[in-house]
């Protein structure tokens, strides 16, 4: 079978090379011809835009960066639907807003083509070893024919609901990261800063309550002051944007996420945008005037 992947970024790359390993045919487009040229390299098939993926395939795969990107590729000039027949599947894969992934879906079944929504956690170490956890909006139907194609990008695939239920589920895990980071970086500057090692700390606490997927990911980049992306803080505000104003639409007071959007939007000022989130721990950091690096 011939998929089309679009959108090769840290996150869309080893997606697409674990499809190619699977035994799918791809056919890629992104606007960086370095991460095209590496796909291209595993095996793929580069085609010039978004129309011409989706005119040499019936089911497409988007990994972009934000509700903008997905509006564009899909609906923009030269875009998805223009090449896309009646039946075919688009699979946005993007964290983007609930409400946008809604809009991108009416405008695709104008055409006669389905769409799931299918943000994944689990981040780069994941994707590349294909063990994301897919969380997807959209028709039982379409998502019984695509489970098994996901299935060899992730290791969990859950069907949450209707289109946009894929993103909700998004926003709600990324707030849970967000905060978890946020509270490990403030233990662990207080705990260093009162004379412990912050190695000895994360040592001592990871098998315990306080132990989690998010410490066991993030304190050990933090204790080396490793904050190479991974995760960019710029795409973290995206997603507690998103989630702020989902929940300003639903009403619910998100009074700790606020505060952790606050301390992500200082560190985009002090130019840390494309850091790790993991770098949360540098606005601590600034104003306890210590670092908890490894002794
Ligand atoms: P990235 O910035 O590394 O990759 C995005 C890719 O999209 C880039 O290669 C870029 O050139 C391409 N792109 C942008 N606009 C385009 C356009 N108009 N046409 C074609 N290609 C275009 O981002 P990423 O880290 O791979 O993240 C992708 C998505 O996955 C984001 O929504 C992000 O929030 C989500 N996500 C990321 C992680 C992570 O750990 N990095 C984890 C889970 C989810």
């Known amino acids: 079978m011939k998929i089309g ?3 090769l970024g840290i996150m869309g ?22 991460a095209v040229e590496e ?7 580069a085609v010039g835009s978004p129309k011409e993926v989706a005119s040499q395939v019936s089911m497409v795969i988007t990994m972009l960066p934000n509700s903008p990107q997905v509006k564009e590729v899909v609906l923009g ?10 039946g075919d599947i688009i699979i946005d894969m993007s964290s983007i807003a609930p409400l946008a ?6 405008a695709a079944a104008v055409k006669g083509v389905e769409m799931l929504d299918a943000p994944v956690s689990g ?7 294909g063990s994301l956890s897919i969380m997807v909006g959209g028709k039982q139907a379409i998502f019984d024919q695509c489970k098994d194609i996901l299935l060899k990008m992730g290791k969990s695939v859950t ?6 239920a894929g993103n909700t589920t998004k926003l709600a895990n990324q707030v849970i990261v967000a905060l978890n980071i946020a509270a490990m970086s403030e233990a662990l500057v207080l705990g260093a800063k009162a004379g412990v090692d912050p190695e000895v700390i994360y040592q001592a606490i990871r098998g315990g309550l306080a132990g989690s997927t998010v410490l066991d990911a993030k304190a050990p980049m933090v204790l080396n002051g490793n904050f190479k992306p991974g995760f960019k803080i710029d795409l973290h505000i995206k997603d507690l944007n998103n989630a702020l104003e989902t929940a300003k639409e ?7 996420t606020s505060q952790v959007m606050e301390m992500m939007q200082a560190l985009k000022v002090d130019g840390k945008g494309q850091s790790d989130h993991s770098a949360i721990v540098q606005f601590y950091e600034k104003l306890a005037n210590f670092e908890a690096r490894k002794k």
């Open 250 to 256: 639903v009403g619910v007071p998100l009074m700790l």
């Open 5 to 7: 992947f679009i959108g």
């Open 123 to 129: 981040g780069e170490p994941k994707a590349i070893d």
């Open 77 to 86: 000039a030269g875009g998805v639907l223009e090449g896309a027949k009646q």
């Open 13 to 34: 790359k080893p997606m697409a090379k674990n499809l190619l390993k699977a035994g799918y045919e791809l056919v890629v487009y992104d606007i960086i011809q370095a």
């Open 159 to 164: 069907l949450c609901g209707d289109i946009g």
């Open 101 to 106: 992934a809604k809009e991108v879906a009416a």
């Open 39 to 45: 796909v291209v390299a595993a095996g793929a098939t």
